[in-house]
């Protein structure tokens, strides 16, 4: 509560912030409704497959090289 109290007071959530948080909240809960119904029919090897691939695309897309 204390962190929500400092983020508000700082003037950190705009409309605009606010907007774009509640505009991505439906693809968000999408993903996480997907995740849960598919990961029982994974098997271990492939969740960890996937988990990896996940974290490689995290990686290459945050390299500074894409900056410009």
């Given at each position: ?30 993903g ?37």
């Amino acid at each position: 509560m204390a962190t929500l109290a400092n983020v508000l007071a700082g003037g950190m959530i705009t409309e605009e912030r606010l907007a774009l948080g509640l505009a991505g909240a439906p693809v968000y809960l999408v993903g996480i409704l997907a995740g849960r119904a598919l990961f029982p029919l994974a098997t271990a090897a492939a969740y960890r497959r996937i988990a990896f691939a996940v974290i490689l695309f995290a990686v290459t897309t945050a390299l500074p090289l894409w900056d410009g």
